[in-house]
């Protein structure tokens, strides 16, 4: 299932950059960035669990924001995008 990712993080402290940094790190373990603070991301349900587990132990409840979208098995058909895309599919193989 491909999930939208979302976070707003209060970075106004050193302690709040380094959520935003160890965020974004996390983040990147489990999906594309699609913008500075958006991520998509292929997952199955237990990864999704694990991503939200992690994700949540970073925030800090009090100051900072973090969202899931799940848009489903065919979600990236219903992307409606403008401008400039990265030509990367978040769900086809990595071959490195």
């Given at each position: 299932?491909?999930?939208?990712?979302?976070?707003?993080?209060?970075?106004?402290?050193?302690?709040?950059?380094?959520?935003?940094?160890?965020?974004?790190?996390?983040?990147?373990?489990?999906?594309?960035?699609?913008q500075?603070?958006?991520?998509?991301?292929?997952?199955?349900?237990?990864?999704?669990?694990?991503?939200?587990?992690?994700?949540?132990?970073?925030?800090?409840?009090?100051?900072?924001?973090?969202?899931?979208?799940?848009?489903?098995?065919?979600?990236?058909?219903?992307?409606?995008?403008?401008?400039?895309?990265?030509?990367?599919?978040?769900?086809?193989?990595?071959?490195?």
């Amino acid at each position: 299932m491909l999930y939208l990712v979302s976070y707003d993080v209060s970075t106004s402290t050193p302690a709040g950059r380094r959520r935003l940094h160890r965020i974004a790190k996390v983040c990147e373990n489990f999906g594309v960035r699609v913008q500075n603070s958006v991520f998509e991301c292929a997952l199955e349900y237990d990864g999704f669990l694990t991503l939200k587990a992690q994700l949540g132990g970073i925030i800090d409840p009090q100051q900072d924001s973090l969202r899931f979208y799940p848009l489903g098995r065919h979600g990236r058909e219903k992307v409606v995008h403008l401008g400039v895309e990265r030509a990367f599919d978040v769900e086809a193989p990595l071959i490195l």
